[in-house]
């Protein structure tokens, strides 16, 4: 089993639709999770942190479940711009600090 | 500069050929990571260093592999013989000491082994 899981898509979506997406982690005392977005032959960029009571930013919510160990990521209204692939990334933390991507979750937003 | 530079940005070098790719971090990053991204992929962890020292390597695939970073800034990774299996795009990532700053990535070196 991968240490962090995403499912992989495509999630094609029409502009202005809720999106979600999930993601689990097999390691339960990790302590520092992310969402990363990567455009095609671009590099992953952070997206943002994901914290445990949850946090939003403009269209983008991200949720924690430490209990059922998923994170969550939700886009609201969504944009054309928003078509990328989504990585998920979990830290281990504790002197660990390297990131652990899960696959990537791939978006397209039609028109 | 603003970002992580990495260097080449593409390389296309022959079974069997060394190749060093180069990651200038963001000045005063204390910690720079090397990921190898397959196409389809999500990025594969390499090698970790916190300032010179390399606190993790286990995921260096194979001893062909070997990444240094001597003054505590600019590293390279080197990969000797190469094969076709290490085709791939090789991202370099530093991040400042708070961790939930987030990291950040080079561009990446795209690597095409003929």
């Known amino acids: 089993r991968k240490e962090v899981e995403q499912d992989p898509g495509p999630f094609n979506v029409p502009e202005g639709a809720t999106v979600a997406f999930n993601c689990t982690y097999s390691?339960?005392?990790?302590?520092?999770f992310f969402w990363y977005r990567q455009d095609c032959r671009k590099e992953p960029k952070l997206l943002m942190s994901?914290?445990?009571s949850g946090n939003e930013d403009g269209r983008f919510t991200a949720q924690l479940n430490r209990a059922s160990q998923y994170i969550s990521l939700l886009i609201r209204d969504s944009k054309l711009s928003d078509s990328a692939t989504y990585l998920c990334v979990v830290i281990p933390g504790f002197g660990n600090e390297k990131l652990t991507f899960g696959t990537g979750t791939r978006l397209t937003i039609i028109p | 500069g603003a970002g992580v530079s990495q260097s080449p940005r593409y390389k296309v070098a022959k079974r069997g050929q060394d190749v060093a790719l180069r990651c200038d971090p963001i000045s005063g990053h204390v910690s720079l990571f090397w990921y190898q991204q397959a196409l389809g992929q999500g990025p594969e962890f390499l090698t970790y260093?916190?300032?010179?020292?390399?606190?993790?390597k286990s995921g260096l695939p194979s001893d062909r592999f070997f990444a240094e970073r001597p003054e505590g800034s600019v590293s390279t990774l080197k990969i000797q013989r190469t094969q076709q299996e290490d085709s791939a795009v090789y991202l370099c990532?530093?991040?400042?000491?708070?961790?939930?700053?987030?990291?950040?990535f080079g561009s990446g070196t795209r690597l095409t082994v003929v």
């Open positions: 390691n339960s005392a990790s302590q520092s």
């Open positions: 990532a530093s991040s400042p000491p708070h961790r939930n700053y987030g990291y950040t």
């Open positions: 994901v914290y445990s």
């Open positions: 260093f916190q300032n010179e020292a390399q606190l993790d």
